[in-house]
Nanobody, 124 residues
Framework: VQLQASGGGLVQAGGSLRLSCAAS????????MGWFRQAPGEERKFVAQ????????LYANSVKGRFTISRDDAKNMLYLQMTNLKPEDTAIYYC??????????????????WGQGTLVTVSS
C-alpha cells in the first residue's frame, strides 16, 4: 500500500495550490481519507477529512472556507484545493487513510496509512 502526495511548493500569501495524493496497492473507496500538516517544531495536525463516497467533509477551523478536500475513487486519488494561503499554512502536508470510525476524526492515531508528505511554503 502506498500513498504518494504531490503538488506542494512555494507560493505567495493569497495564492493557491492543489495537493494530490495517489493511492496504490488497494482501493480505499470504502474508507475516509484525510489531510494533516506538520510545521517545524510542531505536532501533526488535522486539516480535512472526506468520508467514503464523499458524503461528508470535515475541516479544521483554521482552514474552513479556504481549503476544499475531494476524492476521485475511480482514479484512487485524493485532493486538497488550497486558496487564500497564509504564511501560517506553511507545513509538510500528509495524506492518510482512516480505516475505522472509532475515535476522533482529527486524531492522527486513527489513520492507518500515510503518504510521505509534500512541503507547502507560503511567503508573506
Amino acid at each position: 500500500v502506498q500513498l504518494q502526495a504531490s503538488g506542494g511548493g512555494l507560493v505567495q500569501a493569497g495564492g493557491s495550490l492543489r495537493l494530490s495524493c495517489a493511492a496504490s496497492g488497494r482501493t480505499f473507496s470504502t474508507y475516509a481519507m484525510g489531510w494533516f500538516r506538520q510545521a517545524p517544531g510542531e505536532e501533526r495536525k488535522f486539516v480535512a477529512q472526506v468520508s467514503w463516497s464523499a458524503v461528508s467533509t470535515l475541516y479544521a477551523n483554521s482552514v474552513k472556507g479556504r481549503f476544499t478536500i475531494s476524492r476521485d475513487d475511480a482514479k484512487n486519488m485524493l485532493y486538497l484545493q488550497m486558496t487564500n494561503l497564509k504564511p501560517e499554512d506553511t507545513a509538510i502536508y500528509y495524506c492518510a487513510v482512516r480505516l475505522g470510525y472509532s475515535g476522533s476524526y482529527d486524531d492522527p492515531a486513527q489513520y492507518a496509512y500515510w503518504g510521505q508528505g509534500t512541503l507547502v511554503t507560503v511567503s508573506s
